[in-house]
């Protein structure tokens, strides 16, 4: 192996824009379950909407070169409606989340106040009592 030359100063930083600078590149391959994640919203509608069998899709995939099953093309429709579920669900969890913690009062709103209990000896600390401040 050669070795290289030093580099300058002005070299690498023209380097590091140049790589900065750079858009993405597009993916040119894909494998069967990311093709059909991408055509998801469309394939179920074929089959919800415009009466296609899941047998009609497949063969129309194939000749596209995206070769599943039609058990195959089931489950990776129902597992990707599955995950899109699941993420609509954390994200109204959170929302539900911080419109509670929005609600709750602040541990600075509560005050602590001595209950009296005559029938406590003085030796016995006394109870409290926590309210809420409004």
């Known amino acids: 192996m050669q070795k290289s030359?030093?580099?300058t100063l002005a070299r690498l930083e023209e380097a590091r824009r140049a790589i900065a600078a750079l858009a993405a590149k597009p993916?040119?391959?894909?494998?069967?379950?990311?093709?059909?994640?991408?055509?998801?919203?469309?394939?179920?509608?074929?089959?919800?909407?415009?009466?296609?069998?899941?047998d009609d899709l497949v063969q129309m995939l194939?000749?596209?070169?995206v070769e599943v099953k039609p058990s195959?093309?089931?489950?990776y429709l129902k597992k990707i409606?599955?995950?899109k579920e699941k993420e609509t669900?954390?994200?109204?969890?959170?929302?539900a989340g911080a419109k509670q913690r929005l609600?709750?009062?602040s541990p600075a709103a509560l005050s602590v106040t001595p209950m009296a209990d005559p029938a406590v000896s003085?030796?016995?600390p006394s109870a409290t009592r926590i309210t809420q401040d409004d």
């Open 103 to 105: 609600a709750s009062p």
């Open 81 to 83: 409606a599955t995950a």
């Open 72 to 75: 195959t093309l089931r489950g």
């Open 27 to 54: 993916k040119q391959h894909f494998t069967a379950h990311q093709a059909i994640d991408a055509m998801a919203a469309d394939l179920r509608r074929a089959r919800d909407t415009l009466g296609y069998s899941y």
């Open 62 to 65: 194939a000749g596209y070169g």
């Open 89 to 95: 669900a954390r994200t109204s969890a959170r929302k």
């Open 5 to 7: 030359e030093k580099i």
């Open 122 to 124: 003085p030796s016995v």
